[in-house]
């Protein structure tokens, strides 16, 4: 515990554009983020086997730290049809994989931007 709010001090001081307050989604999400490695979230969707599933990077301005990926990926995997989210701030980036049926990336886009971070589909290289 002091070890989180110590995390949420220097995101606080990093100028993080989400404050990382402790919201329940995020104290409902597993403590899967390991400083650095970026962790995919699987929702019990994928269980369903969704019949054409799209991966889709997203260019992500704004992350500065872990606790910034996991915002984004306690924030993403909320939506319905997300099946994996993998938010990376050290390569600025977030993959999703996702059922288009149910969900679209203007979507993903939306529920990123709403936590302060501005994201766009990156172009395929
Ligand atoms: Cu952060």
Redesign the pocket.
Known sequence: MRLLLLTIAL?AL?G?PAA?PVSDSMAAAPPSQVHGKPVVLRSQDSAAKPPKLATTTFAVEG???A??SSAINAEVIKLKGVTTVAADYKRGQAVVQYDPAKVTSAQIIAAINSLKYKASVKPAT
């Open positions: 995101c990093a993080c990382h992350m500065t730290c606790d910034c």
